[in-house]
T-cell receptor, first 113, second 111 residues
C-alpha cells in the first residue's frame, strides 16, 4: 500500500532563517506531488505541483521554492522566511489520473517568529 | 478562475440528526468530486468521491451530485460527536487532475 511521509510535524523558525520541508511517498512510482499551505481559518492554497523528477509548477509567486530530486521525494524550501509564511504545510500525492483524488501527508505546522 | 464555494458554517446539529453540507462549483468541465474531512490540527482525509449524477452511499455518508446545477452535497446520517470536523469539498478541474478546494464547512455535532 502507498504511504506518504512528511516531516517535521512542527517547526518554529525566526524571521529570515531558511526552511526545508521534506515529503516522501512509498509504494508507488511516478506520483504527482503537491505542496499546499493552509493559513489559520483559510482554505487550502496550492503552492507547487510536480508531475515528474525536476518538473515543478508554481501556482502563486511567493517566498518559497520546491524541488523534486527523486521520483518520490518533494522538498519545499525558503532562503529567508517571512512572518507571512506561517501556516500548516501539507504535502499530497495522486495517481496522476482523473478521478482518484489526493492523499495528504500529516502536515507541518510552521510558526515564523 | 475556477471556484468552489461552501458555507463556512459553523453548522451545529444534535447527535443522531442528519447533517447536510453543500458545495457549488464554477467549472462546467469538472467530472470528479470529492469530500474530505479535516479534524482540528490534522490533515484532510478523503471520505467520499462521486463522478456521476445522483447519490452515492457509503455507510452513514451519502454524496449527491447534480452537474446541471453544479452542485455537490454530503449528507451524514445519525451524526456522531466524532463527526465534528471541517468538511472540504474538492472539484477536479476539467481537463486536468488538479483539485480545487472549497474553504470548508465546520460541523459540530452536539451530544
Amino acid at each position: 500500500s502507498q504511504t506518504i511521509h512528511q516531516w517535521p510535524a512542527t517547526l518554529v523558525q525566526p524571521v529570515g532563517s531558511p526552511l526545508s520541508l521534506e515529503c516522501t511517498v512509498e509504494g508507488t512510482s511516478n506520483p504527482n506531488l503537491y505542496w499546499y499551505r493552509q493559513a489559520a481559518g483559510r482554505g487550502l492554497q496550492l503552492l507547487f505541483y510536480s508531475v515528474g523528477i525536476g518538473q515543478i509548477s508554481s501556482e502563486v509567486p511567493q517566498n518559497l521554492s520546491a524541488s523534486r530530486p527523486q521520483d518520490r521525494q518533494f522538498i519545499l524550501s525558503s532562503k529567508k522566511l517571512l512572518l507571512s509564511d506561517s501556516g500548516f504545510y501539507l504535502c499530497a500525492w495522486s495517481q496522476g489520473a482523473y478521478g482518484y483524488g489526493y492523499t495528504f501527508g500529516s502536515g507541518t505546522r510552521l510558526t515564523v517568529v | 478562475q475556477k471556484e468552489v464555494e461552501q458555507n463556512s458554517g459553523p453548522l451545529s446539529v444534535p447527535e443522531g440528526a442528519i447533517a447536510s453540507l453543500n458545495c457549488t462549483y464554477s467549472d462546467r468541465g469538472s467530472q470528479s468530486f470529492f469530500w474530505y474531512r479535516q479534524y482540528s490540527g490534522k490533515s484532510p482525509e478523503l471520505i467520499m468521491s462521486i463522478y456521476s449524477n445522483g447519490d452515492k452511499e457509503d455507510g452513514r455518508f451519502t454524496a449527491q451530485l447534480n452537474k446541471a446545477s453544479q452542485y455537490v452535497s454530503l449528507l451524514i446520517r445519525d451524526s456522531q460527536p466524532s463527526d465534528s470536523a471541517t468538511y472540504l469539498c474538492a472539484v477536479e478541474q476539467g481537463g486536468s487532475e488538479k483539485l480545487v478546494f472549497g474553504k470548508g464547512t465546520k460541523l459540530t455535532v452536539n451530544p
